[in-house]
């Protein structure tokens, strides 16, 4: 069996320094034109023979069971043959990993599995998306499968990295590994989601208590630099998904996330409990005995 060589685009690498080598690697030792034409000797597979069994020795058959030296040939040490077999093999992952960026594009995607992609790249993907795009080229995994996976995915960013604070390098080394683990039928999309899952649960089990203190910190320096939870960087992704189930639950008008991303003034945001400008009779009227500052920590939850 050819071994897997994996794009380039979908290198498992956890430093520049480790991408390069593989580019390196890919381009300057394994596909070059000195390898086609390079050649190497292998054994000859030999052929198995029947030969006829004789119950009394003969004359002349004193060597008969004297060991056979291989044959050995040349052949060259980049067959056309692995070349084609990487080449097809790039052509599918590319694919999918395009649509990993593009859910919504022409390709034959469900309509799930459309809806949690988005989902993911709207909430970060991190370094998760060698994994999903693996899910999409392993052998045994269907769109069910697929769809856990990407839940899975979702809820371990949303705690892990929006809620914990934790580094955008928390536990890659072990996601990375999981991807190839995948790709090469080493593990199953139900042990992956358990190991997401137990990653979490370990952090938030009551022996152990939620650390939350790093978004405790996060949070005091958004409102020590006058933005608070209105800059906190999962409430638009927060604040979208909630609406949006409602949407789903009662049927309300469809709500684009593109509102939610755009800058323009005066567009579609998250507003504040008191306004950033209130000059309004009710606004004055009701807080007129109010601290500056007590207003000026209401407008930035």
């Known amino acids: 069996m050819t071994t897997f060589l994996p794009p380039i685009g979908l290198c498992i690498f956890n430093t520049l320094d480790k991408k390069e080598t593989i580019i390196c690697f890919l381009l ?33 058959d004193d060597d008969a069971d004297e060991e056979q030296l291989p ?8 067959s056309p043959k692995e070349i084609e077999e990487y080449v097809g093999n790039l052509k599918s992952t590319a694919e999918h990993w395009y649509n990993t960026f593009n859910p919504f594009g022409d390709n034959q ?16 993907i991190a370094y998760f998306r060698p994994l999903v795009t693996v899910s999409f080229i392993s052998k045994g995994v269907d769109t069910t499968d697929r769809i856990l996976l990407f839940k899975e995915i979702e809820r371990f960013i949303f705690i892990a990295f929006r809620l914990g604070r934790a580094f955008t390098t928390f536990r890659n080394n072990e996601f ?21 899952r137990q990653r979490l649960e370990n952090w938030l089990k009551p022996e152990t ?47 684009d996330w593109q509102y939610f991303t755009k800058s323009e003034k005066d567009k579609v945001s998250v507003e504040h409990i008191y306004p950033q400008t209130a000059n309004n009779d009710y606004w004055i009227e009701k807080f007129k005995t109010s601290l500056r500052k007590k207003k000026q920590y209401l407008r930035v939850v």
């Open 71 to 78: 044959n050995i040939k040349q052949k060259s040490k980049l």
């Open 28 to 60: 300057d030792e394994k596909f070059t034109p000195n390898n086609v034409y390079n050649k190497v000797d292998v054994k000859e597979t030999s052929l198995v023979q029947v030969e006829e069994q004789r119950d009394i020795p003969q004359d002349g």
């Open 176 to 196: 990375y590994k999981t991807a190839r683990q995948l790709r090469n039928g080493e593990i199953t999309i139900n042990q992956i989601c358990s190991l997401l």
């Open 109 to 124: 995607l469900t309509a799930k599995e459309r809806l949690w992609i988005d989902r993911l790249n709207r909430i970060g």
């Open 209 to 255: 208590g939620f650390d939350y203190q790093p978004f405790k910190t996060y949070i005091q320096r958004l409102y020590k630099n006058g933005h608070g939870f209105y800059e906190w960087n999962g409430l638009r992704y927060f604040l979208y998904e909630y609406e949006a189930e409602k949407v789903h639950q009662f049927g309300n008008q469809k709500i």
